[in-house]
T-cell receptor, first 114, second 112 residues
Framework: SAVISQKPSRDICQRGTSLTIQCQVD?????MFWYRQQPGQSLTLIAT?????????ESGFVIDKFPISRPNLTFSTLTVSNMSPEDSSIYLC???????????FGPGTRLTVL | GQNIDQPTEMTATEGAIVQINCTYQ??????LFWYQQHAGEAPTFLSY????GLEEKGRFSSFLSRSKGYSYLLLKELQMKDSASYLC?????????????FGKGTKLSVKP
């Protein structure tokens, strides 16, 4: 299976600022996703990152708040914009190769907003 | 609506067997997944079921009944390192591009 790395692994940010999280996969993947995992909660899908086009957002998530880029098949970024304490969470990047069932995850970025 | 239920916490003894149940109600179904997640780490893939029945992989087995919307993960010969959260997830093709919908996870504590 592919290995996913994320940067930063954690950060503490001030309210009103923005943070961009990078996700790098060591091999080409068909689909990339961004999830959020709040304390004690399940993983919630934010959006599917589409190569060369706009991401597909799930209900409750919008592009202005969570802009996503995916310039190629191995890299994506998620920006958390105009942060508030409610955005404090773990953000996970995930990838899947077409025709294969396994979906693998990065180690996550632990974000704390003060 | 989408709903995946699993127990919040379980405790078991080293060397024993534990069964973690998961029930689901989703608008579509294209497979059920189990993941293991140690604290502070990424979820790691354990198993995938799309047809009814039992899939065995070493000490771990996973069962699926699509008619009942039910699955379980069976862990045998428990080891201390099995202490982790176990996440049940359903791939739902109900207009959502085959995304994974996760339950809240079951935190398993293995005691000596």
């Amino acid at each position: 299976s592919a290995v996913i790395s994320q940067k930063p692994s954690r950060d503490i940010c001030q309210r009103g600022t923005s943070l961009t999280i990078q996700c790098q996969v060591d091999s080409q993947v068909t689909m990339m996703f961004w999830y959020r995992q709040q304390p004690g909660q399940s993983l919630t899908l934010i959006a599917t990152a589409n190569q060369g086009s706009e991401a597909t957002y799930e209900s409750g998530f919008v592009i202005d708040k969570f802009p996503i880029s995916r310039p190629n098949l191995t890299f994506s970024t998620l920006t958390v914009s105009n942060m508030s304490p409610e955005d404090s969470s773990i953000y996970l990047c995930s990838g899947r190769t077409g025709g294969k069932n396994e979906q693998f995850f990065g180690p996550g970025t632990r974000l704390t907003v003060l | 609506g989408q709903n995946i239920d699993q127990p919040t916490e379980m405790t078991a003894t080293e060397g024993a067997i534990v069964q973690i149940n998961c029930t689901y109600q989703t608008s579509g179904f294209n497979g059920l997944f189990w993941y293991q997640q140690h604290a502070g780490e990424a979820p790691t893939f354990l198993s995938y079921n799309v047809l009814d029945g039992l899939e065995e992989k070493g000490r771990f087995s996973s069962f699926l009944s699509r008619s009942k919307g039910y699955s379980y993960l069976l862990l045998k010969e428990l080891q201390m390192k099995d202490s982790a959260s176990y996440l049940c997830a359903v791939r739902d093709y109900g207009g959502s591009q085959g995304n994974l919908i996760f339950g809240k996870g079951t935190k398993l504590s293995v005691k000596p």
